[in-house]
């Protein structure tokens, strides 16, 4: 089937204006194993706008040849809101404006509903069971009757995922490497084969039930939770949902777009929704380590930043990760306050040098595989 490109109209927020969400399909509506992939969520994250950008004649390609098996749901920017927030020549699509939301957080966790609906059907017959749970979360999203925009986004978007075996949300952070957030039931089960084909440097797996409600979070806390409420019952994780970091807001050119590009369409191939032979599996570049093991690194005081380690760098605990200096005091080194790793592991997300820091802000996130103390109960999906 050909390549299609829809629009979903969003209700008009103020008079006189309209958005609306752009999605493609490749291959066979209602085929599978089927994929979705969406970008730019956090609507100033285009790295992975980028990498769809590159993906998608690639898939038309493919689909001309008849080699979608599967289909394939593609939304290049999906957050039509976020993209239109433009103040003082600069854009600000982290925050929705009107509700002060995080635009990746309060997706909806459809469990309850589908619990309801079809929970005491559920058996020992997994397909059964998959089959069930999919055609109730559709069905309750369709009988909400979302008010505003930025809630009919989240509605409409999750009626082209949440049935997808694989739902990836793309997103970068400020200055960083290529990293994975997913959930711990993924691995080292399918997620394994996703971190190696993008070449992820870290992947950080979140407890089965994140609260955050997170886009990827939800689409695999989903499987968890039922699975959990119904022990007796065979539901398998049906979704395999992460959130890809493709590296710092500024990492868009066509080199990465497009060895990205062909390190998500191998990773199609050999998850089966393409055919083809994806070849052998890369070389893992990291082993996933938890959430609880994440350093996160807090500004004690307001100045500027300086970092002595490179982003991917492998630091040690103690190692002085950056400092925050007071450019009103005279005294020189005495100005400068370090801020010490407390894991070893890799560096994988920092701020670029010369940025104001103040008080609590987060300065870097250091991946670690042991348990820290002071993460304790911060297990939440982080992006
Ligand atoms: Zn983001």
Not at 356 to 370: C, D, E, T
Request: aromatic share 6%; glycine share 10%.
């Amino acid at each position: 089937m050909p390549h299609s490109k829809r629009r979903i109209a969003l209700p008009s927020m103020t008079p006189g204006t309209g958005r609306s969400i752009v999605f493609h399909r490749f291959g066979r509506s209602g085929s599978r194993p089927k994929a979705y992939l969406q970008a730019a969520i956090h609507a100033n994250e285009l790295p992975g706008a980028m990498a769809l950008h590159h993906l998608m004649p690639m898939l038309i390609e493919a689909d001309q040849r008849g080699r979608i098996r599967g289909e394939i749901v593609v939304v290049p920017t999906v957050n039509p809101i976020g993209l239109s927030q433009l103040v003082g020549s600069n854009h600000l699509g982290r925050y929705d404006f009107l509700g002060r939301d995080n635009f990746n957080r309060n997706w909806l966790d459809l469990s309850g509903a589908v619990a309801e609906s079809v929970g005491g059907r559920l058996g020992r017959h997994a397909g059964d069971n998959i089959a069930l749970i999919r055609k109730a979360a559709l069905a309750a999203l369709a009988g909400m009757r979302p008010v505003n925009e930025l809630q009919t986004l989240r509605v409409e978007a999750m009626k082209l995922s949440v049935d997808a075996d694989i739902a990836l949300d793309l997103h970068c952070d400020l200055e960083a490497v290529l990293h994975l957030f997913i959930s711990r039931q993924d691995w080292p089960g399918p997620a394994r084969a996703l971190a190696a084909d993008i070449g992820a440097v870290a992947t950080l797996y979140n407890d089965p039930y994140p609260e955050s409600l997170t886009f990827s979070g939800v689409h695999s806390a989903l499987w968890a939770r039922l699975a959990r409420r119904y022990p007796a019952a065979n539901i398998p994780q049906a979704c395999l949902s992460a959130t890809i970091e493709y590296r710092g807001q500024h990492d868009v050119n066509h080199k990465l777009g497009e060895a990205d590009a062909r390190n998500l369409y191998r990773f199609l191939v050999r998850r089966g929704i393409i055919s083809g032979r994806a070849g052998k599996l890369p070389r893992l570049k990291a082993d996933a380590t938890p959430m609880g093991g994440m350093d996160v690194g807090y500004c004690p005081k307001p100045g500027m930043l300086v970092y002595h380690a490179p982003k991917g760098s492998r630091v040690r605990k103690g190692d002085a990760v950056c400092e925050v200096i007071d450019p009103g005091d005279a005294r020189g080194a005495k100005a400068r306050t370090q801020i010490l790793a407390r894991t070893d592991g890799i560096l994988f997300s920092r701020k670029p040098d010369g940025r104001l820091a103040w008080p609590g802000s987060v300065v870097y996130r250091i991946a670690g595989p042991k348990l820290l103390a002071h993460r304790k109960g911060m297990s939440g999906l982080d992006d």
